[in-house]
């Protein structure tokens, strides 16, 4: 390059920096953000003070017009009248920082600190803001490092009520102290647990193993040979039919009169039979072998099975599991890890949470922007941007994980036939009217698109708001723009035709679908009362008095459309409700008549705050009910009050112990906590609604749940998933314990304790090291160490057995090969705990001079 063009070029060069508000040499812009909450309760009032402070750390000076854009779960307000700082909530949970006057420039070295007052309390490190980018005059972004999250400074002012400290080390000792565990037990292998079980003499031997079957079972026979050929690296003869039986063989029998989902194994020393009326019993007796082979495999003895006799049929009859994938994406290749372990596991459903305010994740080819927009989020360059804004700490990137990804038309239905070979029906959720910003912003696209063609007809055909609204509301996650407008006839045309594209691929994967879930659930106060639509449809419909009578109105309309394409409706519990007023004039939801025979499947999460019985009360008008609770079933709640424990925590803490002490058909029996850990009221539990008979049967299984605010990856997804969906699983499936039914109070203490620690120990030995082989390998929670201290020795212990403590004595983080804990050590500087897997996994670290006496 001749000497000219190099001064061009550095001409050019400077010139973007000053542009850009830079004036030193080139380098890099860094910027380091930390937040650190402070207090709660501040000033007697339900709202939290918290610190975030952002310092340049690079040799650049920052200038001129920038902000930066974050996203946090609260309403933020200054604890002052910050002149300096400008902070503006732009929706959903997308904020902007702007610095004002001298603030705007940031020398190297120089920090911007803001005291910030959100709403409600903060509890743990997932109430941090995330997702830091600066923007620039010109548009120009560029994300930030991870926010650095500080702990509060003081335990009793982060405080939300008296008493509610962390789970420390001390803590955590004595609740594992807690649970007896009877180690001369011996446990079935299989799990969930069998209806019955019988240990026999001896064990078959695979050696010249063959397989045969009756016809109906071709494809059960299918499966066990695969899953032989994985585990145990060998292929076996497969024939069909079964008149001549040899010795050393895997025999399929069909047995009419056994129920649709039940099995019997019989494992003998010369032979292996399995009972079933059908298809699907034949699939869970090959999982219950699965599930001992498995066992074999982590015990060194995988070439055989002892002799057993199973009987076992599934205590209710939807066991499901709903992914959220519209908060946070996750692959097609994760949900089928998912669906391989759901089988393994005798879960039957996937809810499938597709769409919300932040994401549509299902092309549908008739109306392609819903992904084109509602599949994408990244920085809005302005309000006609394709895509949705950042959200849950997704940044300014158009098209990165996990803020982004859908699948593709060929996708979900490969995915519809990876669940039906494995016997699990997907339930799609279209998530409707509230919680539908995504598709309202899609079809608003949409509209553009054709209006610019001058095809006004066609464009207005799937609009789901009028463009002419002025109510005013605001959704639980601070959305002002989410919910479909019902009044107008295009929203359901929407429908009707996002129906008709779900109903061509499960008929293309040859697949039944039965039900759609539409939702239904936090509608917020205020929608629809200043819209156009209504007030045409007012004019035209005399029925039509207020807001609240569109409620009826739509899902009578909704269940319509299902109904005629053979379709029942499923939705969240809001849908068999309905609003009156109560002496006060103050509204409340009570179950709605209108809908009782229609057949609708609820599942009612809300047990809170005086929805205690509401599952109860819904089953006793006449709707089918899963229950599924958030005090129990929430698989994103944090397994306890720990600052850096993730998950969310509004509905309660949810370690092991909650899923499985659940009792269906009597749970206040022993759920008699809030969500603060605080006893309910004796009014609460005398007046709340017992399950008549009729009750009873309309309980049509359980659910747990996963929403994805918090799962950014695979790895955080299984997490949380387990250990708790296999106390989920046990409950799902296995009988009714004895403990459930128990009158007596002390003895239904005694035997539940007992029971608890069995199934401790079945999920610390047993079924956590299986998870280390079903589909590559699981990321399970590993619990952490407890530790006390007592006469200058410290005295370690671990929640589930199966796990081996090690520990370091020079303050860094025990590996796999540190000393294992055999017994109390002399109390040292510099002792950190941790607790470890077969695999050479670890948990959290447990720092011993962190202990707070």
């Not at 209710?316 to 290749?333: E, H, I, P, T, Y």
């Not at 409620?551 to 269940?559: A, C, I, L, Q, R």
């Not at 387990?722 to 109070?745: G, H, I, N, S």
Request: charge should be neutral; proline fraction near 6%.
């Amino acid at each position: 390059m001749n000497k000219p063009m190099k001064v061009i070029c550095f001409f050019i060069a400077w010139m973007s920096l000053v542009q850009y508000g830079f004036c030193q040499q080139p380098d890099t812009l860094a910027l380091e953000v930390s937040w650190q909450p402070l207090e709660n309760n501040y000033l007697g009032k339900e709202q939290a003070l918290s610190i975030l402070q952002i310092k340049n750390k690079s040799a650049l000076t920052l200038k001129g017009d920038w902000g930066i854009y974050f996203n946090f779960i609260r309403i933020i307000t200054g604890k002052e009248k910050e002149k300096n700082i400008k902070v503006t909530h732009r929706n959903g949970d997308l904020f902007t920082l702007q610095p004002q006057g001298k603030q705007r420039t940031l020398k190297p070295g120089d920090s911007i600190r803001y005291e910030m007052l959100s709403a409600s309390w903060l509890v743990n490190a997932n109430d941090a803001p995330q997702g830091f980018y600066i923007k620039f005059a010109d548009g120009r972004t560029q994300p930030l490092p991870a926010v650095k999250i500080l702990p509060p400074a003081d335990d009793r002012k982060f405080f939300r009520v008296g008493g509610d400290v962390e789970m420390s080390p001390q803590r955590l000792f004595a609740k594992n102290s807690s649970i007896p565990f009877n180690t001369d037990s011996v446990f079935p292998t299989v799990f969930p647990s069998p209806s019955q079980y019988q240990v026999a003499e001896g064990a078959y031997q695979f050696q010249h193993t063959s397989i045969l079957f009756d016809p109906i079972f071709a494809a059960e026979a299918q499966l066990l040979d695969t899953l032989f050929q994985t585990l145990l690296g060998q292929r076996f003869p497969l024939f069909s039919g079964v008149k001549e039986v040899p010795k050393h063989a895997v025999v399929f029998y069909k047995q009419d009169d056994l129920a649709d989902e039940a099995y019997r194994l019989e494992v003998k020393p010369d032979q292996i039979n399995i009972y079933a009326a059908g298809n699907s019993g034949a699939f869970y007796a090959v999982q219950s072998l699965r599930s001992m082979l498995y066992a074999q495999k982590i015990n060194g003895l995988p070439k055989s099975l002892p002799a057993v006799s199973i009987a076992d049929v599934p205590r209710f009859g939807r066991r499901a599991l709903m992914l959220d994938v519209a908060r946070n994406f996750q692959s097609k290749q994760q949900i089928k890890k998912v669906l391989d372990v759901m089988a393994l596991y005798k879960l039957n459903t996937l809810h499938f949470h597709l769409n919300d305010d932040e994401g549509w994740r299902l092309e549908i080819p008739a109306l392609p922007e819903l992904t084109e927009v509602g599949g994408r989020r990244g920085d809005l360059a302005n309000d006609q941007s394709a895509h949705l804004p950042p959200s849950y700490g997704s940044g300014p990137i158009v098209d990165a994980l996990p803020g982004s990804g859908y699948y593709s038309k060929d996708d979900f239905i490969e995915l519809l036939r990876y669940a039906a070979a494995r016997h699990i029906k997907i339930i799609p959720e279209v998530e409707t009217p509230g919680h539908a910003r995504a598709a309202i912003q899609a079809m608003e696209r949409r509209y553009r698109r054709l209006a610019e063609q001058g095809k006004l007809e066609e464009a207005a055909k799937y609009l789901l708001r009028d463009a002419g609204d002025r109510s005013v509301y605001r959704s639980v996650q601070k959305w002002n723009d989410n919910v479909m407008d019902v009044s107008m006839p295009s929203v359901y045309s929407f429908i009707a035709v996002v129906v008709d594209e779900l109903l061509a691929m499960y008929d293309e994967a040859g697949v039944p679908l039965e039900t759609v879930h539409l939702g239904g659930d936090e509608v917020p106060q205020g929608v629809w009362e200043k819209s156009p639509a209504f007030e045409r449809l007012k004019r035209a419909d005399a029925s039509m008095h207020n807001a609240d009578d569109l409620w009826d109105y739509y899902f009578g309309k909704v269940h319509e459309i299902l109904a005629a394409r053979n379709l029942y409706m499923s939705g969240w519990e809001e849908v068999g409700l309905r609003k009156v007023s109560d002496a006060q004039g103050k509204k409340k939801w009570i179950p709605n008549d209108r809908f009782k025979s229609h057949n609708i499947h609820l599942n009612v999460w809300n047990n809170l705050l005086g929805n205690e019985d509401l599952a109860y009360r819904l089953a006793n008008a006449g709707y089918k009910v899963v229950l599924s609770f958030v005090s129990n079933f929430y698989m994103d709640m944090a397994y306890y009050k720990k600052f850096d424990e993730p998950g969310f925590y509004w509905g309660g803490f949810i370690g092991l112990e909650k899923p499985y002490s659940f009792i269906p058909y009597n749970y206040l029996k022993n759920q008699q906590l809030n969500y603060l850990d605080r006893p309910l009221s004796q009014a609460t539990l005398q007046g709340a609604a017992q399950l008549t008979e009729e009750g009873k049967r309309n309980i049509v299984g359980l659910q747990a749940l996963l929403w994805s605010e918090t799962v950014k990856s695979p790895a955080q997804m299984e997490y949380l998933l387990f250990p708790r969906l296999l106390a989920f699983a046990e409950k799902a499936w296995a009988q009714e314990a004895v403990w459930e039914t128990e009158a007596d109070t002390g003895r239904y203490k005694l035997l539940f304790a007992k029971s608890l620690g069995n199934f401790y120990q079945v999920v610390g030995k047993q079924e956590l090291p299986k998870l280390d082989f079903v589909a590559g390998g699981f990321q399970y929670r590993i619990p952490s160490v407890g530790v006390k201290v007592m006469d200058g020795l410290v005295h370690a212990n671990c929640e589930l057995p199966g796990f081996v403590i090690r520990y370091a004595t020079n303050g860094a983080a025990p590996s796999a090969d540190s000393p294992a804990y055999e017994r109390p050590l002399s109390n040292q500087k510099g002792l950190v705990f941790a607790a470890f897997n077969s695999l050479g996994r670890s948990g959290a670290l447990t720092v011993v001079d962190q202990i707070k006496e």
